[in-house]
């Protein structure tokens, strides 16, 4: 599975952006995939997950509400709509191929190359 983000970039605090992450390889749509970030100086962190059918999803704490994942099977395509965005959600955004139904309990295996968000307050 090859992974490929886009659509990061420099927004003003309260702007929203669309991530997407085209997938390739097969069985893109047996697997759950989900979203982490990871700011300057600071480890990846769990942002989003959606499984394999799109029926069930999870969130970080902090940004239930203002993020939502979701999947388009027939393109292999992953997004992550983000409203609000805050400052303190700078940091580069990596798509992730779980290699299983749902992301519940399990660590990706396949990661994405990562795209740049910046919001400025």
């Known amino acids: 599975v090859q992974l490929q983000a886009s659509g990061g970039g420099l927004v003003q605090a309260g702007a929203s952006l669309r991530l997407s992450c085209a997938a390739s390889?097969?069985?893109?749509?047996?697997?759950?995939m989900g979203w982490f970030r990871q700011a300057p100086g600071k480890e990846r962190d769990f942002v989003a997950a959606?499984?394999?059918?799109?029926?069930?999803?999870s969130y970080a704490d902090s940004v239930k509400g203002r993020f939502t994942i979701s999947r388009d099977s027939p393109k292999n395509t992953v997004y992550l709509q983000m409203n609000s965005l805050k400052p303190e959600d700078t940091a580069v955004y990596y798509c992730?191929?779980?290699?299983?139904?749902?992301?519940?309990?399990?660590?990706?295996?396949?990661w994405g190359q990562g795209t740049q968000v910046t919001v400025s307050s």
């Open positions: 992730a191929c779980y290699v299983s139904t749902t992301a519940y309990r399990q660590m990706p295996k396949f």
């Open positions: 390889g097969r069985n893109f749509n047996t697997y759950a």
């Open positions: 959606i499984n394999y059918s799109g029926a069930s999803t």
